[in-house]
């Protein structure tokens, strides 16, 4: 096991998942007076990290288990089926266990820290988005063989993570900055959407009855739309509810947004043409966030 494999374990370039959040509700956070606190920033930042990367080698293990990896043919690199590592023998399942509890420590610890700093706010947020990574595909609770994985992903990575983050600045939760996380939460939730469509087959083998397998691809294209739509209108709800008019940037990526829509829609059941999609819509996920966060700086500046 050496370092470049760990690495590649960890899923690095998916990190964008809960770095955009962090960012987003500690910058709103300043917008809302508060000193922004730069030690505890990147505290709640390396610990969101290390707590996104012990769900992703967590899952891969499980998915080892459960055979979902090696049953999928159809998965699109790099996006899905996986880090691959144990299917390639770069890593035995014990080895991917590991680096999964190591990272996990690691996020867990931040964590408590950040709990004895600013309160236990911060515990029973980080124990949801925990238990939300751990119980996705554990055997006995499989969230997403219940419908409930894109809910999960979506209170984790989107409420759980802009929430926690403006909580380590401020000490309180704010009406607005849960309205500001349901962008992120709708977009994320969006990100694992559009990888469930090729691994559709996999995971109804294994019994991950996800909402893409319990609408089949027709429909669920369909969903990927409504979902993006709800997206947009979330932002026009911040925007107009709390009168920061900066916030509609998130507005630009429309354009991406509609193109992603249009090939799912065109190309549901064709998985190397879906490629755009997956990639898009990540983009989409990522310049939102972006674009959040600058509206809430120009607001403040200007």
């Known amino acids: 096991m050496n370092v470049k494999t760990i690495f590649a374990s960890l899923r690095a370039p998916f ?50 288990h459960n055979r979902n990896d090696e049953l999928n043919k159809e998965f699109i690199r790099p996006f899905t089926g996986g880090s691959r590592l144990i299917q390639t023998g770069a890593l035995t399942p014990k080895g991917m266990l590991i680096i999964s509890i190591t990272v996990y420590l690691i996020g867990i610890s931040l964590g408590l820290y950040l709990t004895w700093l600013r309160g236990m706010t911060i515990f029973w947020i980080g124990l949801i988005g925990v238990a939300c990574g751990v119980l996705y595909v554990a055997p006995g609770i499989n969230l997403v063989g219940r419908g409930a994985g894109e809910l999960a992903i979506a209170l984790a990575f989107g409420l759980c993570c802009v929430n926690g983050a403006y909580f380590v ?108 999609s997956c990639a898009g819509t990540i983009m989409t996920h990522l310049l939102t966030g972006i674009l959040l966060t600058t509206g809430y700086v120009l607001q403040k500046l200007l």
């Open 169 to 276: 600045q401020a000490q309180t939760l704010n009406l607005e900055v849960v309205i500001a996380s349901l962008p992120i939460a709708f977009m994320i939730t969006l990100v694992l959407y559009i990888n469930e469509f090729p691994d559709y087959k996999a995971d109804k083998a294994v019994g991950k009855i996800h909402w893409v397998v319990r609408l089949g691809r027709k429909r669920a294209a369909t969903g990927y739309t409504v979902l993006m739509i709800l997206n947009y209108l979330s932002i026009l709800l911040l925007a107009f509810i709390f009168g920061n008019l900066w916030v509609l940037l998130g507005l630009l990526t429309i354009p991406l947004a509609l193109k992603a829509a249009r090939n799912t829609l065109a190309n549901y059941d064709n998985v190397t043409a879906l490629t755009p």
């Open 15 to 64: 990190f964008t998942a809960v770095i955009v959040p962090v960012i987003l509700g500690s910058v709103i956070a300043w917008y809302h007076g508060f000193d922004f606190q730069w030690g505890l920033f990147f505290m709640a930042l390396v610990g969101a990290v290390a707590l996104h990367a012990g769900a992703n080698t967590i899952n891969d293990y499980f998915d080892h």
